[in-house]
């Protein structure tokens, strides 16, 4: 089995994409997720300590809205980027009002704890979120979408992802308690570019290999 999946011809997916390859999807894929992950944020932390609050704010909400926008320039553009971008003016909105950059840090935070949540929940209903976030690194066709190997693969990095998320999240608030912006920013860094970086080159190796080795479109023998 191919892991592009049916409709795979000379190396090319009934889309005119090439054949997906942990290489290929990694290399298209995390130059913008680690844009979207840890820009905004590094963004904040810079306005911040070079100007104030609310340079910091609407820094890093300029560069989250800009983020999208290229996005959709280039024709990726979804219901996400709509999310993200409505949150970025919400989490703006209320940080500027309660003028704490604890409650504007705070946001992404909860956040963040109920997207473990919605992934772990996700795959118990049958509808993966880690699949939705990977048509983003690669085009899947509706046929594959509606496959148990889509759903089995997938189902299983959503858990994986909640439970860091979760987990991750407890730890930024315990920090974020202790009222140091600065250490919360190092351990934002500590509990996310590492971790982030080993589950993203997990998450593509194991859907690459797992549709590999799924028999779901394999030709029925004589």
């Not at 997916?13 to 992950?37: H, N």
């Not at 979804?78 to 940080?95: D, H, K, N, R």
């Amino acid at each position: 089995m191919s892991a592009a999946g049916p409709g795979t011809v000379s190396g090319t997916s009934e889309l005119g994409l090439p054949e997906p390859s942990f290489r290929s999807i990694f290399v298209a894929g995390a130059p913008r997720f680690a844009r979207e992950a840890f820009g905004p944020v590094i963004a904040f932390y810079l306005g911040w300590k070079l100007g104030n609050l609310v340079v910091g704010i609407v820094l890093a909400s300029a560069i989250g809205i800009a983020l999208d926008l290229y996005e959709r320039w280039r024709g990726r553009a979804g219901a996400l980027a709509l999310v993200s971008v409505a949150f970025v003016l919400v989490q703006a909105t209320v940080g500027l009002l309660a003028d704490s950059a604890t409650v504007y840090l705070a946001q992404p935070v909860v956040v963040s704890a109920v997207w473990g949540l919605a992934n772990i929940g996700s795959a118990m209903v049958g509808r993966p979120l880690a699949g939705v976030l990977a048509d983003a690194w690669y085009a899947f066709p509706p046929e594959v979408k509606a496959s148990r190997t889509y759903r089995r693969v997938f189902g299983i990095e959503s858990v994986v992802w909640g439970i860091y998320l979760l987990a991750r999240s407890g730890i930024r608030m315990l920090a974020l308690a202790a009222g140091s912006v600065g250490a919360f920013v190092l351990v934002q860094i500590a509990t996310g570019l590492p971790f982030t970086i080993a589950l993203v080159v997990w998450s593509v190796w194991y859907a690459v290999r797992g549709f590999e080795k799924s028999t779901e479109w394999d030709e029925p023998g004589p």
